[in-house]
């Protein structure tokens, strides 16, 4: 073992130190970028004061009113509150928002309605799946943690979509074979267009197979009543992420019928849950009772302006996707760069100019021999800058501002002084009961 020196000693208060100048460094960045990761958003000033509170320090395991801890009477009552908003705002008659995170709110659903073995469908990744449905040679959470075998939906390319009559033929031959799919699951990460729930819902369950929407994505879009309606196309259950389309600070839901209850509750306590973050429940009922106030039309916006940001890149001669059946119907928008450069390399050059974006496999990836670090494409999302303020002419300057780095190659340092230039006009959160604090303005509790 190594003698501590004095060289080599740690001081603790310089890395203290250290630590806050990294948390400051990071806000003052972001309050100059352009934030367009399609996972991302930014809480209101109101749901960042709900996630300070003391709630984050408490133990409340259980169901609110039947709590293993003292202590729980404030904590109860905003539980309650939570569900009852999340209910209203999906229009469903039972909510768990105890899941800590879209990963946990799939597997609480794995965990209530398959057992290890059995066989799910979802998406592949480079068709846009999540690795939260993905194989255990992939280490995803399906296959790695709750042992599933896992088939994919049949995917049309050209459409972008699952293909209806060719997933209806596979789950048959998976049948012949003897392999019993328990479990279809819906939803994507790279996701443009909704999915044919109505087309194949009756299909599935019929087959035996319990029908989930993950609406990790698009779950603010479909709550401001903007994308497909799972649960009323035919879903028995739907998993959300709260931070991505929704207002929330990061964490997980779970929607369902009130017959389902007894055991997605079971599966989320003791199942995939002790504690449940109690300030993050607290900062899900805040963004809740946000969005059924001013969900629509952000969700509006959201897409507009990614059906605007489509065309002003198609416009800068980019190949975005889905071009030809009008790039998106949600708030992604996804860009085959191969005639340029690779996906990471341009992910870093735009974060050099203060552009966030990332890179994203794409069909064909794959075969094409690129992998995750140097995929053909890049993805965008347009729920943050919209929550910011911006409008369909501002998705125009985005455009321009991309092309300068990814088609004319200009030096990154001379773009950022422009993204800086035109971010400093959008620094406040819309769409929120409360808008006068900076969005991303350093909350400080130290005196
Ligand atoms: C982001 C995502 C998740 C995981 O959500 P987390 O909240 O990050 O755990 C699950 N499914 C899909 C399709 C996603 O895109």
Redesign the pocket.
């Known amino acids: 073992m190594m003698e501590a020196t004095d060289e080599n000693k740690l001081d603790p208060k310089s890395m203290y130190d250290l630590i806050f100048k990294d948390l400051h460094d990071h806000q003052d960045w972001f309050c100059n970028s352009i934030p367009l990761i399609a996972?991302e958003n930014v809480p209101s000033p109101a749901v960042r004061e709900a996630t300070l509170s003391d709630f984050g320090n408490r133990y409340a395991e259980g169901w609110a009113g039947e709590r293993v801890y003292a202590g729980c009477v404030y904590i109860d009552k905003v539980e309650l509150l939570c569900m009852q908003l999340a209910r209203e705002l999906f229009n469903v008659e039972f909510a768990d928002v105890r899941p800590v995170?879209?990963?946990?709110?799939?597997l609480t659903v794995y965990s209530a309605f398959t057992d290890p073995g059995d066989t799910i469908l979802a998406l592949a990744i480079p068709n846009g799946?999540?690795i939260?449905?993905g194989r255990k040679e992939f280490n995803g959470t399906a296959g790695l943690v709750h042992g599933l075998e896992v088939e994919y939906f049949a995917f049309d390319k050209d459409n972008w979509n699952i293909d209806v009559d060719k997933t209806k033929e596979k789950v048959k031959k998976l049948k012949s074979e003897g392999k019993k799919v328990k479990l279809a699951m819906f939803?994507?990460?790279l996701?443009f267009f909704p999915h044919p729930i109505r087309e194949l819902a009756d299909f599935l369950k019929s087959e035996g197979i319990f029908v989930c929407y993950?609406s990790?994505?698009v779950s603010g879009l479909i709550a401001g009543g903007q994308f497909q309606q799972p649960l009323a196309e035919g879903a028995e259950a739907m998993?959300l992420?709260?931070?991505?389309t929704l207002f929330g600070p990061?964490?997980?839901t779970v929607l369902s019928w009130s017959k389902y209850a007894d055991k997605i509750k079971v599966a989320a306590f003791p199942g995939t849950a002790s504690n449940h973050h109690l300030h993050h429940v607290a900062g899900k009922a805040v963004a809740f009772a946000e969005f059924l106030q001013f969900g629509q039309a952000y969700s509006k916006q959201v897409i507009s302006n990614a059906q605007a940001l489509g065309k002003a890149l198609s416009d800068e001669g980019l190949d975005v996707l889905a071009a030809n059946l009008g790039y998106t119907k949600s708030h992604q928008i996804g860009i085959d760069v191969t005639k340029y450069n690779d996906g990471g390399t341009l992910e870093k050059e735009l974060e050099n100019a203060n552009i966030i974006v990332n890179r994203q496999l794409i069909p064909g990836d794959i075969k094409a021999g690129r992998h995750y670090m140097h995929p053909g494409g890049l993805r965008l999302g347009t729920s943050e800058v919209t929550r910011l303020g911006m409008k369909e002419d501002e998705m125009k300057e985005i455009g321009s501002l991309m092309a300068r780095i990814i088609v004319k190659k200009e030096d990154p340092a001379k773009v950022r002084e422009d993204v800086e230039h035109m971010r400093s006009s959008y620094q406040k959160v819309h769409y929120a009961f409360e808008t006068n604090t900076l969005a991303y303005k350093y909350v400080n509790v130290r005196t």
């Open positions: 996972s995170s879209g990963v946990c709110a799939n799946g999540h939260s449905t939803g994507g990460s996701f993950d990790a994505h998993t992420s709260t931070h991505k990061q964490g997980g």
